[in-house]
T-cell receptor, first 115, second 109 residues
Framework: DAGVIQSPRHEVTEMGQEVTLRCKPISGHNSLFWYRQTMMRGLELLIY????????DSGMPEDRFSAKMPNASFSTLKIQPSEPRDSAVYFC?????????????FGPGTRLTVL | SQQGEEDPQALSIQEGENATMNCSYK?????LQWYRQNSGRGLVHLIL?????REKHSGRLRVTLDTSKKSSSLLITASRAADTASYFCATEYGNKLVFGAGTILRVKS
């Protein structure tokens, strides 16, 4: 099993540019989570999907952030326009169970730097 | 504010010693989980303990849960240099899993 796959692993962009982060969950998992990790705020849940449907997006910081899950094997997190304060490591995780009920499997993360 | 908080924030020990990390949380839970994060990597699930369990073991890991005190501890016995990582507890909050700030463990060889 390849685990959760994220791309790109590193992204450096300039303020105002659009950024798209990608995630492929583990096959058969029906929950997918996007997290952001910073030194100041730790690990924060941005949004989670169950069976491709967004269940809770209350952690999405602003309208500049959007996430989609067009099918069970792919999700994107988009930031448009990006700002320097969006610099962080973004993790995607998947789980065979809903939300907090069990183990979550994390991808390696995308380190985003917005200049 | 975060649901779970770990202490200490950082811990430095010699290889072979035991490491204990603590987690406190605020509201009632169904389960509590511990994760490890190596530098530059994603989190890895270590163990889940349910609210009706008091202690659970997995290899060199021992987790306890005291629901009356809303606290949990993670004990790593006979630590190794490879155990150097950040350790996070995670608890439910509504329909989310909320992670604490973590304990940074350094095991010196």
């Amino acid at each position: 099993d390849a685990g959760v796959i994220q791309s790109p692993r590193h992204e450096v962009t300039e303020m105002g540019q659009e950024v798209t982060l990608r995630c492929k969950p583990i096959s058969g998992h029906n929950s997918l989570f996007w997290y952001r990790q910073t030194m100041m705020r730790g690990l924060e849940l941005l949004i989670y999907f169950n069976n491709n449907v967004p269940i809770d997006d209350s952690g999405m910081p602003e309208d500049r952030f959007s996430a989609k899950m067009p099918n069970a094997s792919f999700s994107t997190l988009k930031i448009q326009p990006s700002e320097p304060r969006d610099s962080a490591v973004y993790f995607c995780a998947s789980s065979p169970r809903e939300a907090s009920r069990g183990e979550q499997f994390f991808g390696p993360g995308t380190r985003l730097t917005v200049l | 504010s975060q649901q779970g908080e770990e202490d200490p924030q950082a811990l430095s020990i010699q290889e072979g010693e035991n490491a204990t990390m603590n987690c406190s949380y605020k509201t009632s839970i169904n389960n509590l989980q511990w994760y490890r994060q190596n530098s530059g990597r994603g989190l890895v699930h270590l163990i889940l303990i349910r609210s009706n369990e008091r202690e659970k073991h997995s290899g060199r890991l021992r987790v306890t849960l005291d629901t009356s005190k809303k606290s949990s501890s993670l004990l790593i016995t006979a630590s190794r240099a490879a155990d150097t990582a950040s350790y996070f507890c995670a608890t439910e909050y509504g329909n989310k899993l909320v992670f604490g700030a973590g304990t940074i463990l350094r095991v010196k060889s």
